[in-house]
C-alpha cells in the first residue's frame, strides 16, 4: 500500500518526486521529439527511410494553434480534427491551473525542468547572480505583454470565419513540421535569440520560465483561481528565509500570509524547506491543511485523466491521413504563414 506522508511518498521527498516527475516527463518529450523527426524523414523521403508513426503527444508544443482551436470550440465549431491532442494538453493545463495552482509547469513541463537543470548548473558553478528589484520587475512583464500581443490577434480580433480559415489553412496543418524545422534549421536571428536565452539561464534563475514563457503567463493568470494556497503562519515563522531560497518563482514568500500569485507553480518545495511544522501549510478555503503530495497526485491524474478521456472519445489522435501530411511536408518550404 502507497503511504502518503504530509511530505514523502516511497520514502522520496518533495523535491526528489518533483524531479523524478519532470524527468520521466522530460525522457518521454524526447522520445516523442526522435520519433516525429523520423516520421518527417519517412513523410519527406519515403524511399530513404523506414516508416514511424506520427505521435500525437508533439503537439504539445503548438500551444498557439491550440489556443485557436480552444476559441473556436467555445464558439461552437467542432474539436479540433488536425492537432487534438495539441487541444487535449492545453485543456489539460488550464484545468491544472484552476485547480491545483500552476501544477502543469512546476511538475509536468519539460521546458521548466530544462530550467531547473541550468538552475542547479549555475548555483553549484557560482554563475548564477540575484536580478536587482528594479531589473528583475520590468522583465518580468515581459511574458504578459507576450501573452497580451497573442490574446489581442486571436482572442480579440479573430472571429470565427478567421480561426476557421486558419485552422484550415496549409500552414497549420504542418505547423508541427514548421516548428520542427525552427528549431533545426533556425534563422541566424532565431539561433542567436535561443543561444541568448539557453546562455541566460544558467546565469539568471529560471530566466525563460520567469521572464519569458507566454504559456505560463496564462496558467499564472488562471492560477489565481485555484483554491489551494501555501498559507504562511506569522507567528511561528522565524523569517529564516530559507522558503524563498529554495522557491523557484523568487516569491517573497516571508511578506505574505497567503501566497496567492500568478508565480506561484505549485512545487511546494518552500513547504519541505521550512523547519516549523506547520509554518507553511497547503490550504484551501474549506480545510486550512492538506497534505502536500496531494496536489501533484491530483495534478498527474487530472492530466492523464484528460488524456484517457481524449482516446475514448477520439479527440486524441489527428482524422488527417498520413498521405495528406506526407504532400504537405513535401511543401514545407512553399508554405507560408496565412
Given at each position: ?149 497573442f490574446s489581442y490577434l486571436i482572442l480579440w480580433q479573430m472571429d ?91 516569491i517573497h514568500i516571508t511578506r505574505r500570509k497567503t501566497v496567492r ?78
Amino acid at each position: 500500500m502507497i503511504q502518503l506522508s504530509d511530505d514523502k511518498i516511497f520514502g522520496l521527498k518533495i523535491s526528489q518526486l518533483r524531479f523524478l516527475c519532470q524527468s520521466l516527463f522530460a525522457i518521454f518529450i524526447t522520445y516523442v521529439g526522435w520519433q516525429f523527426y523520423s516520421f518527417y524523414l519517412w513523410a519527406i523521403a519515403p524511399a530513404d527511410n523506414a516508416f514511424v508513426p506520427s505521435p500525437a503527444a508533439v503537439e504539445a508544443f503548438l500551444p498557439i494553434g491550440a489556443l485557436v482551436s480552444l476559441k473556436r470550440l467555445i464558439l461552437g465549431a467542432e474539436f479540433d480534427t488536425i492537432h487534438p491532442a495539441g487541444l487535449t494538453i492545453f485543456i489539460a493545463a488550464i484545468l491544472i491551473s484552476l485547480f491545483l495552482r500552476k501544477g502543469f509547469c512546476g511538475w509536468i513541463c519539460p521546458i521548466g525542468f530544462s530550467s531547473n537543470l541550468a538552475e542547479r548548473f549555475g548555483k553549484k558553478t557560482g554563475i548564477m547572480v540575484s536580478l536587482p528589484n528594479w531589473i528583475d520587475l520590468p522583465l518580468l512583464t515581459i511574458k504578459y505583454l507576450l501573452l497580451g500581443f497573442f490574446s489581442y490577434l486571436i482572442l480579440w480580433q479573430m472571429d470565427l470565419k478567421e480561426l476557421t480559415d486558419f485552422h484550415h489553412s496549409p500552414y497549420n496543418l504542418i505547423s508541427d513540421a514548421k516548428m520542427l524545422h525552427f528549431f533545426l534549421q533556425p534563422s541566424v536571428l532565431a539561433g542567436s535569440i535561443m543561444l541568448g536565452i539557453i546562455l541566460l539561464s544558467f546565469v539568471i534563475r529560471n530566466f525563460w520560465c520567469r521572464h519569458l514563457c507566454p504559456y505560463g503567463a496564462l496558467l499564472g493568470i488562471a492560477a489565481l483561481l485555484s483554491p489551494l494556497q501555501v498559507r504562511r503562519d506569522p507567528e511561528s515563522c522565524t523569517s529564516c528565509k530559507k522558503c524563498e531560497k529554495i522557491c523557484p518563482a523568487t516569491i517573497h514568500i516571508t511578506r505574505r500570509k497567503t501566497v496567492r500569485t500568478c508565480e506561484c507553480i505549485g512545487c511546494l518545495e518552500c513547504i519541505q524547506a521550512c523547519p516549523v511544522d506547520d509554518c507553511l501549510t497547503l490550504a484551501s478555503p474549506c480545510k486550512p491543511k492538506i497534505k502536500p503530495l496531494l496536489l501533484p497526485a491530483i495534478v498527474l491524474g487530472l492530466f492523464f485523466l484528460c488524456y484517457l478521456v481524449a482516446r475514448l472519445t477520439g479527440h486524441w489522435n489527428s482524422e488527417i491521413p498520413i498521405e495528406v501530411f506526407q504532400r504537405y511536408y513535401q511543401m514545407i518550404g512553399d508554405i507560408g504563414h496565412p
